[in-house]
């Protein structure tokens, strides 16, 4: 079956470092882009960046730049998330999703982790 | 960054009805532009790409269409499970930016 399963969801403290996962199947990972949404509760969706894993090239949106980490172990055909130092600010719902051939949208989405940050 | 406006934020309508939503860009875009579809608790669901592409398995009830700095995405007949929250984006500029959201609901 063609999907994205996401890690389950997190609690964390502000501070702490967090690593999500996006694990795909289905699909020749190395040859899609991944990309990473965020949306905040109830609010609206963020485009954060996404990732081609067949030779891990990133694109930052400028919002999240020097924020957050975009990875991928194409081994596992799994795409990474991940913080250094979380804020409070950071709770929010995270989607990867798999782009359509040709960039025209994101045709393929994982079921969300939500991630919590509170002391 | 490319910002995109909807109108409206919300919309209440009738089963049945026609709903057009519209997506203003800031700046002049190809037609790297899809629409989503959200319910709540749910990942977004890809509707149209190419601004005009109904994305397979997606009644024929929803169209796109569009260039330049407007596009809209129309419900020719709303049905129960059509009361959402819809999303534009455009994949031309990085970043790809959403639309503010639009919720459709029950009148």
């Known amino acids: 079956e063609v999907q994205l399963v996401q890690s389950g969801a997190e609690v964390k403290k502000p501070g702490e470092s967090l690593k999500i996962s996006c694990q795909s199947s289905?699909?020749?990972?190395?040859?899609?882009?991944i990309a990473w949404v965020r949306q905040m509760p109830g609010k609206g969706l963020e485009w954060m960046g996404m990732?081609?894993?067949?030779?891990?090239?990133?694109i930052y949106s400028p919002s999240f730049q020097g924020q957050v980490t975009i990875s991928a172990d194409k081994s596992i055909t799994t795409a990474h998330l991940q913080w250094s130092s979380l804020k409070a600010s950071d709770t929010a719902m995270y989607f990867c999703?798999?782009?359509?051939?040709?960039?025209?949208?994101?045709?393929?989405w994982g079921q969300g982790t939500l991630v919590t940050v509170s002391s | 960054d490319i910002q995109l406006t909807q109108s409206p934020s919300f919309l209440s309508a009738s089963v049945g009805d026609r709903v057009t939503i519209t997506c203003r860009a800031s700046?002049?875009?190809?037609?790297?532009f899809a629409w989503y579809q959200q319910k709540p608790g749910k990942a977004p669901k890809l509707l149209i790409y190419?601004?005009?592409t109904l994305q397979s398995g997606v009644p024929s009830r929803f169209s796109g269409s569009g260039s330049g700095t407007e596009f809209t995405l129309t419900i020719s007949s709303l049905q129960p499970e059509d009361f959402a929250t819809y999303y534009c984006?455009?994949?031309?500029?990085?970043?790809?930016?959403f639309g503010q959201g639009t919720k459709l609901e029950i009148k």
């Open positions: 700046q002049v875009i190809s037609n790297y």
């Open positions: 984006q455009q994949l031309n500029n990085y970043p790809h930016t």
């Open positions: 190419a601004a005009a």
């Open positions: 990732i081609f894993p067949d030779d891990s090239d990133v």
């Open positions: 289905g699909f020749n990972f190395g040859n899609y882009w």
């Open positions: 999703a798999r782009h359509t051939f040709g960039d025209y949208g994101l045709e393929l």
